[in-house]
DNA sequence: TGTGGGGTGCATCTTACTCC
DNA sequence: GGAGTAAGATGCACCCCACA
């Protein structure tokens, strides 16, 4: 059972009216849509009975179903989804609706939590909905670079970059004082030693490290395992509560939101582009 | 619980088209 | 031109649900 974009049988032309013609309406109504509604707004010019028996092909293909015997049709999860991919078209993104998203984008730091907070905004706002947004996940977090950077005598500030462009920041606080020409060379040590490492790798590293180098490489490792532990692939969410607040939501709104937030994907879309603009996170 | 309305499934008929 | 075939229309029996 597969469909035309490589999942199987081809959908005629009059399938494909009739399909979309009972989503659009159940969509609507949140009823089961008979042959005979399908027969009147279709234009295809053809009685219920025909429409009845393209409907039954399409039941038996896997788009439709009914409840009962005497019901009309709805559509399955497989039809929703070759309406979705092949029926509803891709909407082109206004101008206005384009620049905004990348003016938002311009206005947040580039870091990725910032992004992904701000693209569940842009498509709960969008899709007058819910969103939910995930960050990319990998399997572990990869050391990029680091800052070691003098705040008094004895506090220093520790910058730490992940490949990503994740960015950590914690204050140290040393038994003696120090300066910042030295805390640039072990810096620079450490940026040698660690790059591109994960913090497993770092752990392996440890024993050979000795007095500062080995602290901070010790602090680097706690932080990327925190990280891969409680962020990587978090969801990021807006709009849902709003969305349980509505009195009236029901099956139908239900779904007529999913079809606004898959019709979102244009604006999933401009969002990915501009992430990729800004600059070096790998989207996946 | 009976009844009416809405809807489907199926058998049958009609029509158009193709092939020999 | 006649037979075969496919597509579409029609009619009827049946099912389900809402309502009095």
Do not use: C
């Not at 293909?61 to 891709?90: C, D, I, K, N, W």
């Not at 709960?124 to 572990?140: I, Q, T």
């Not at 602090?219 to 509560?241: F, I, K, N, P, S």
Request: aromatic share 4%; no cysteine; glycine share 8%.
């Amino acid at each position: 059972m597969q469909s035309q974009q490589g999942q199987g049988e081809t959908l005629t032309p009059r399938q494909q009216k009739i399909l979309a013609l009972v989503v659009r309406n159940y969509v609507e109504t949140a009823q089961p849509v008979s042959s005979k509604v399908v027969a009147e707004q279709s234009g295809l010019g053809v009685s219920p009975a025909t429409v009845r028996n393209e409907m039954a092909r399409l039941e038996e293909l896997g788009y439709l179903t009914h409840p009962h015997t005497s019901a009309g049709r709805v559509p399955t999860e497989r039809g929703y989804r070759y309406f979705v991919q092949q029926l509803m078209g891709r909407a082109q993104l206004p101008l206005s609706e384009r620049r905004t998203i990348s003016h938002q984008f311009h206005q947040v730091r580039p870091d990725l939590e910032q992004w992904m907070r701000l693209a569940a905004a842009i498509l709960a706002r969008a899709g007058r909905g819910a969103s939910l947004v995930a960050a990319p996940k990998s399997p572990a977090s990869r050391f990029k670079h680091l800052e070691l950077i003098s705040l008094r005598e004895t506090h220093v500030l520790l910058v730490l970059v992940l490949l990503g462009g994740v960015v950590r920041q914690q204050v140290l606080v040393l038994n003696q004082p120090t300066d910042q020409a030295w805390l640039s060379t072990v810096a620079n040590r450490l940026n040698d030693a660690l790059k591109g490492l994960t913090a497993q790798d770092i752990r392996g590293l440890l024993p050979g490290m000795e007095g500062f180098d080995g602290q901070v490489a010790s602090l680097v490792a706690t932080a990327m395992e925190r990280y891969d532990a409680h962020e990587m692939g978090q969801v990021y969410h807006a709009g849902v509560e709003e969305v349980l607040a509505q009195p009236e939501f029901s099956d139908a709104e239900g779904i007529r939101q999913v079809l606004q937030i898959l019709e979102g994907q244009t604006i999933l879309s401009q969002i990915l582009d501009e992430v990729r603009r800004a600059g070096g996170v790998q989207v996946l």
